[in-house]
């Protein structure tokens, strides 16, 4: 009986922890309508937004350094292109998709920017 308890709290407590490690329940996870239109409404660059779901794709498969390197690059571009400079902005959102897609094939060990 105390070994099925210790079981049951064990779980719980691993479950617990994965689940905010993967950031669930967040305010951006749980209103992603109102953070994407947020986003939108800062940029609303088609290309730039393109630019952000290939980015994100690529964060969870990169390596720790490349990731936090490519999120801080993200927000950077998107700060910059709310402020009218879209051109500065797709090259910063560029550079962050090579630097992930760089960081995911170091990491996997395979070509991470082929299509």
């Given amino acids: 009986m105390r070994l ?9 407590v691993c479950s617990t922890v994965w689940a905010q490690e993967q950031q669930a329940g967040n305010e951006a996870s749980t209103n992603t309508e109102e953070t994407f239109q947020a986003l ?4 609303d660059n088609i ?6 779901a290939k980015i994100r794709l690529q964060l969870s498969r990169t390596t720790e350094v490349a990731s936090e390197k490519a999120q801080q690059m993200l927000d950077d571009a998107f700060a910059i292109c ?3 400079n879209i051109d500065a902005a797709k090259n910063m959102l560029e550079e962050a998709l090579k630097l992930a ?3 995911a094939t170091e990491r996997l060990g395979a070509d991470a920017s082929i299509d």
């Fill in 101 to 103: 897609e760089q960081g």
């Fill in 4 to 12: 099925t308890i210790i079981c049951i709290i064990t779980s719980l």
């Fill in 47 to 52: 290309d730039a937004l393109m630019l952000r």
């Fill in 82 to 84: 709310g402020e009218g």
């Fill in 40 to 43: 939108i409404d800062k940029c």
